[in-house]
């Protein structure tokens, strides 16, 4: 049995950055949630979303087309559910992209939906994971 305890090793727990991906469950679960908290009914620059996230969490680097991939998914699911393109708007202007989300009672219980099925399918996969389903094989 191998005990070293004295010795004065760096801390091992180091974690490489995560680079958001379009159509992952952890991305847009981070992107959800900060849409979720965004004020109702006046554009919000998708530049400074991008950085709110990137400064928010500080392990992993969000891109504009990460954030505009989350968007566009909600809006289809938005569209799905109400019929409509009113809930979530993508605009473009001078100052680049924006995103609007209407300030009316049913958007609020609708977004906490989303970041929850979005939490569900994360705990999934951390599940498949921890079975070994998720673990990568050698060659």
Known sequence: MLTRDRLSLPDPNLHPPVIAESGDPFAMLRVA???A???????ARVADLVARL???HLDW?????VVLDTVVQLQANWMTDYRNTD???VLEGPQGSTVAIEETSRVDPWIVRQVERLAAE?????????RGEGRATEG
């Open 54 to 56: 990137n400064a928010d």
């Open 87 to 89: 809930g979530i708007r």
């Open 122 to 130: 994360c705990r999934e996969r951390l599940r498949e994971f921890a």
């Open 61 to 65: 680097s969000f891109s504009q087309r």
């Open 33 to 35: 949630h900060l849409l």
């Open 37 to 43: 908290r965004i004020e109702r009914g006046r554009p």
